[in-house]
């Protein structure tokens, strides 16, 4: 059987190498010839390293595991040590390749509970803002092909060292001429190239793949991609979803808006690959020790992130998907006091607008809806709203785990704390041995869903990671927040039909989501009541 696999993996690599070529002149038909020269002789390159990657990863695998026995301490050691390989060659890859590797790699160190911990503790150190860096050189042809002059004339301070990077572009403190403090976004030079080579090694890929193993389907990788790219490479977009982002927490969500910020955008001295934007000093979402040094308490930023995201996703419909650590930072709200214990109230400021997704009014009531079915653990909801967001009949348990990270017989007990993961290596392997089992119908599901859904599990994904870095142990107060708001958000949507009936369904939902929020904090505090005494009996 591993003689057979390692051998389909080969014809794999080989089809992509034998194919690529073809596939790539056709992808990259152009009426630009500058253009097409240049997908020539890039996607090449980045096909052969793809494939001596994938060859080498799979060797590994092969060879390190082969006669162990499963479930020996040696099969685990030589696991825990190829993985760590494998994941550094990956690692390797994306940085070797840049663009949109880099993104994926980010993607790769937010799924904790469904790829090895090497990978994700690899990514996650290295994806978020070490990623590779454009030249100065190559920064002052940005800016003087965009602004017009070079950056000492633009600006009357200009740091020639990035204070971070990603894999579209960098961003370098300057200060204005009237003495304002700046970060300016740079688009790498690179990236209008690169970001047509990658869609087109990534379709190469993606679907020679497919012909080889039909299971394997996730051709709509690529439709996302060419749809979402050009939208990230123009900053003048990022700026405008900056600015409408907060316009509708002022206008929809008021009681927060306060405490959810954007840097204002310099629009004089921002184009399409230049963004000049207020600087913002904070701490980033995940460093929990700068974070109390500021006098904020991490449990109350961990509430914040779940609140704001969840009044995007179930009340306004326009979604920031990108928030991995490195675009969400905090700093005491500006306009609080410190309390008797010395605390301060967090302000989350969004970074990196490049991403947002809308949900039309249907969409947005039916994702609240199956929330509100999974907090409450009402399988007949589950079901329902599944089906109405493309998951079918037959996928909606596997639907309401992915979203979760929870096995059905977990989603659907009515425990107080039957969405919490434990964290522990039980709860990570169960998780890993279900992604394995059961990845041909994770490939369908993916394939059956909406992209603007596919793009809401992605923020779930970076949301479960941030939440995990504030809180050292598991929360319940995260689900109350997303069960309140998604029930909100059902409600708001039948007072909108303006008859008797809505109204009255209206009242009565209220009435039983008040009910169902006081018995989960009294579970809350009687949870907390006897932890506290088993710690005190411990001493």
């Not at 204070?163 to 790498?188: E, M």
């Not at 006091?337 to 249907?362: A, M, N, T």
């Amino acid at each position: 059987m591993a003689t057979r696999s390692l051998w389909r993996a080969k014809l794999a690599l080989s089809a992509t190498a034998l194919f690529g070529g073809a596939a790539a002149a056709t992808i990259t038909t152009s009426e630009d010839p500058a253009m097409t020269m240049k997908l020539y002789s890039t996607v090449p390159v980045r096909l052969l390293r793809d494939s001596i990657t994938a060859a080498a990863i799979a060797f590994d695998y092969e060879y390190s595991l082969w006669g162990l026995p499963e479930g020996s301490s040696e099969r685990l050691k030589a696991k825990h040590e190829v993985h760590l390989r494998s994941a550094r060659k990956l690692q390797e890859l994306c940085f070797k390749n840049g663009g949109i590797y880099i993104k994926l790699g980010q993607h790769i160190g937010q799924l904790e509970y469904l790829v090895p911990e090497e990978y994700v503790r690899t990514m996650r150190e290295s994806m978020l803002n070490k990623c590779p860096v454009s030249s100065y050189e190559q920064v002052c042809e940005v800016i003087e092909k965009e602004l017009g002059d070079k950056p000492d004339k633009i600006f009357s301070e200009f740091d020639p060292v990035p204070i971070a990077s990603a894999s579209l572009a960098q961003v370098h403190v300057a200060r204005t001429h009237n003495g304002q403090k700046v970060a300016v976004k740079v688009q790498h030079t690179h990236m209008t190239d690169t970001a047509a080579a990658d869609c087109a090694t990534v379709d190469v890929i993606v679907n020679t793949l497919h012909r080889v193993f039909p299971s394997f389907d996730y051709r709509w990788l690529i439709v996302e991609m060419r749809e979402s790219l050009p939208k990230e490479l123009d900053f003048l977009n990022e700026a405008k979803n900056s600015e409408k982002c907060l316009h509708n927490f002022l206008k929809l969500s008021p009681q927060i808006a306060a405490y959810v910020y954007a840097p204002k955008v310099h629009w004089n001295l921002s184009t399409s690959k230049l963004l000049t934007m207020e600087f913002i000093d904070g701490a980033q979402v995940n460093d929990v020790k700068t974070i109390k040094k500021l006098g904020i308490r991490p449990d109350e930023v961990a509430r914040l992130v779940s609140e704001t995201f969840a009044e995007m996703m179930f009340k306004h419909g326009f979604v920031h998907c990108d928030p991995h650590a490195a675009n969400l930072i905090v700093r005491p709200l500006p306009s609080s006091r410190k309390s008797i214990l010395g605390k301060r109230k967090p302000q989350l400021v969004l970074l990196d607008h490049g991403l947002y997704k809308e949900l039309d009014d249907e969409t947005r009531t039916n994702y609240a809806a199956l929330w509100k079915g999974l907090i409450f653990s009402d399988a007949n909801a589950i079901k329902k709203n599944s089906a109405k967001l493309g998951a079918g009949e037959d996928l909606y348990a596997l639907f309401a785990g992915i979203l979760t990270m929870r096995p059905w017989n977990r989603v659907i007990d009515t425990s107080i704390d039957h969405l919490v993961i434990q964290g522990n290596d039980s709860d990570r392997s169960e998780l890993q041995m279900y992604a394995s089992q059961y990845f041909p119908q994770i490939t369908e599901l993916l394939r059956r869903l909406p992209r603007v859904i596919l793009l809401m599990l992605k923020t779930n994904d970076c949301l479960r990671s941030v939440s995990n870095a504030l809180l050292q142990e598991p929360s319940l107060e995260t689900f109350m927040i997303v069960g309140r708001i998604s029930s909100e958000a059902i409600i708001e949507a039948k007072l909108q039909k303006r008859s008797f009936l809505s109204w009255l369904s209206a009242w009565l939902d209220e009435i039983q989501l008040e009910a169902r929020l006081f018995i989960m904090r009294v579970a809350l505090w009687l949870l907390r009541l006897r932890k506290l005494s088993w710690q005190l009996a411990l001493k």
